[in-house]
């Protein structure tokens, strides 16, 4: 491994960083080495202008997303600063304007018909248990057998994103279906293992289902896994949880990322009709 890849990663892991995002960091760090035809170990001699040009050409030729350019930024930040102890002034003018889109979210019927398409069964409990708990996709896939609490009908979710655990109801239903699921599979070790067994279910495959699925089922909404807890979210916010309680059962830091379900859906729509029209029917 060259050095100063072991050396940003050594400063990674002293840092206490969540793999996942030592990964998006090296990755970052890797393309900015690949754009100037450099090998990793000798970004040290980039300059503050061949920075403030890779971050012009993410943005303008790319297209980059801000999200993308944020992990660059947060990459390319920890080598120079962090690692090689250089201050790069030029990091700070990159604030790409943030883009407010509305989550795609499927109804509790799409759900349903998504679902039923797919064949597999191991990967059709693992969707299953993503959207009836809300969980990320690294999360689903990530799941340990004993990581399903039956008695207090609750889910461990382990080294969650921020490297944080947390637990999520367990619907009496979906104990229902791991149950049937697992006398047919019994998973050892992983609740969704790989064909292999030694691993967890590779994310990209249950991707190809997905998209695969989603296609077959005529659904006009450019849906991804993802876009289950979406829905998860929402159908919860239009049966009357409180934002509050969406925010701890998704493991959201701030109430800001939650605020993004307070969208307008048809049941939302109506409850407030009715309130705006008791309000106004005075006037």
Known sequence: MPALTKQMGDDMQLRGLAARTQQSYLAAVEGLAKHYGRTFDALADVTDDELRRFFLHLITARRSSRSTVTVYRAGIRFLFETTLGRTVPVL???????????????STEEVRQVLALVRHERARM????????GLRLSE?????????????MMVRIRHAKGNRDRYVPLPERTLGLLRTYWRAARPATWLFPSREGTEPLGSTSLQKTFSAVVRDSGLQKHASIHTLRH????????????LRVIQDVLGH???????????ITPQIT?????????LMASL
């Open 92 to 106: 700070d003018l990159v604030r790409p304007a943030p883009r407010y889109r509305l989550p795609v979210v499927l």
């Open 126 to 133: 693992c969707l299953t248990v993503i959207y009836s708990c």
């Open 140 to 152: 689903g896939i990530g799941l340990a057998v004993s990581d399903i609490d039956s008695q207090r």
């Open 231 to 242: 829905s998860y979210a929402t159908h919860l916010l239009e049966r009357g949880v409180s």
């Open 253 to 263: 830091q701030s109430p800001q990322t939650t605020a993004i379900y307070t969208h």
């Open 270 to 278: 109506g409850r407030l009709h009715a309130t705006l029209n008791v």
